[in-house]
């Protein structure tokens, strides 16, 4: 996968998580020493973990991660989780954003209104999706996909991000290509008026993307989820009103 949402709306009273006194009080800072067999490197991390304040809402909440609260944040600036929709989720484990999407997509439950998942790492069933174990990047996953699909889609979700190489430029091309891939998948599965949202790393790369977007939807733009670490180079790119692909006759 927190900051103002920053919502248009008008949807903050679905949910939104608001700005940095998440739960009201503010946290007492727990510090952490290094250990014998911790790092200062896994020192730090476990700090971050125990005073972010998203990771203990994720926990209050019953979210499997604190990303959860980006996909929140990015529904209540755009408004693209409609009851009813039909989402795939790409990337999906640990299951924070399918939890999130049939939360006010699928709120009961129905099968004529799917919520699908799917991602290398194996996530715990979400009730009221359907996940799927498979690497999306496989030339068999959209097949296995639309294979459980009840015909086109209203959103497709990407949060898949490769691991770090540690190497700014490398993680980002690797991104822009994993969210190419995505958007190659949206493109074929999306009903008219469709949304893609994906995220991307800020580097440069991200041209022959945007131009993309840009011919197939009404509206595209970044957004930077209040949730997301300052420090982080993520951002997300948000498509939409899907008007068909140029390049596909029968669109």
Known sequence: MAR??????????RGSVGGAGLGGA???????KTAKRRSNASARWLQRQLNDPYVAEARKRGYRSRAAFKLLELDDRYGFLKRGASVVDLGCAPGGWTQIAVKRANPNHDADNKVIGIDILA????????????DFMAPDAPDRLRA???????????DMAASSTGHAQTDHLRIIGLAEAALEFALEVLAPGGVFVAKVFS????????????RSFAKVAHFK??????ESAE???????FRGDPARPED
């Open 203 to 214: 580097g440069g790369a991200e041209g022959a993307l945007l131009k993309a977007l840009k």
């Open 148 to 158: 459980v699909l009840n015909g086109p889609v209203d959103v497709v979700l990407s």
């Open 26 to 32: 503010r946290q007492k800072t727990v510090r952490v």
């Open 235 to 241: 951002t997300y790119v948000i498509a939409l009103g």
């Open 4 to 13: 103002k949402s920053g919502s248009r709306s008008g949807r903050s009273s």
């Open 123 to 134: 996530a715990e069933p979400v009730a009221g999706a359907e996940i799927l174990l498979g």
């Open 225 to 230: 989820p209040p949730a997301s670490r300052k």
